[in-house]
């Protein structure tokens, strides 16, 4: 099975300054059609989660171009280039490239 | 508009069944696979199991393989979760999404499921 590592566990950030959480599969997510099949996911206080990210840097209609996503192989990495209140919650990356798995969350808060 | 809702969810005793169900709407449901998800209280997300567009295929986790059977309606709209034999460790919310590519673009709000005696 595919492990996913997510760091760190907990972001405080500053508002209006950036903000970046790390991803690290034990294999490689390029599936055997060329694709990588890695997500990121944001689920805010008391809510279901929302996709942000597929295909490692493809935005999700309707979410703001301040989120990006970057990355290759075993090594990804979601950016958020000025927190806004809003953004406060737990993100995920999720990989479906063979089977699926969720990373632990980064739970990302206001200092 | 996209919307998934789940019914079904309530309290159980170790080792009964429950039966978990996502109506789906504003979309045409027979086109894409469909997962469960689920969160414990206070924890992460862990995807259970999906189903392909047309029901021929289904995988799950090791954790509920042999115990959930996941199943859908394309005439009714609608994905099922049966679960047998459960344990106390399946107690969470339990989502279902709709996967593009992998990825779950739209989710549920969640049925909560409690094991207890």
């Known amino acids: 099975d595919i492990v996913m590592i997510q760091t760190p566990l907990s972001s405080p950030v500053t508002l209006g300054q950036p903000a970046s959480i790390s991803c690290r599969s034990s294999?490689?997510?390029?599936?055997?059609?060329?694709?990588?099949?890695l997500s990121w996911l944001q689920q805010r206080p008391g809510q279901p989660p929302r996709l942000l990210i597929y295909k490692i840097s493809n935005r999700f209609s309707g979410v703001p171009d301040r989120f990006s996503g970057s990355g290759a192989g075993t090594d990804f990495t979601l950016k958020i280039s000025r927190v806004e209140a809003e953004d406060v919650g737990v993100y995920y990356c999720?990989?479906?490239?063979?089977?699926?798995?969720f990373g632990q969350g980064t739970k990302l808060e206001i200092k | 508009e996209v919307q998934l809702v789940e019914s079904g969810g309530g309290l159980v005793q170790p080792g009964g069944s429950l039966r978990l169900s996502c109506a789906a709407s504003g979309f045409t449901f027979s086109r894409y696979w469909m997962h469960w998800v689920r969160q414990a209280p206070g924890k992460g997300l862990v995807w259970v199991s999906r189903?392909?567009?047309?029901?021929?295929?289904?995988s799950y986790a090791d954790s509920v393989k042999g115990r959930f059977t996941i199943s859908r309606d394309n005439a009714k709209n609608t994905l099922y979760l049966q679960m047998n034999t459960l344990r106390a460790e399946d107690a969470a919310v339990y989502y279902c999404a709709r996967t593009t590519y992998g990825a779950p673009e739209y989710w549920g709000q969640g049925t909560l499921v409690t094991v207890s005696s």
């Open positions: 294999q490689s997510l390029v599936h055997s059609d060329g694709n990588t099949y």
């Open positions: 999720m990989q479906a490239t063979q089977s699926y798995t």
């Open positions: 189903i392909n567009s047309d029901g021929s295929g289904t």
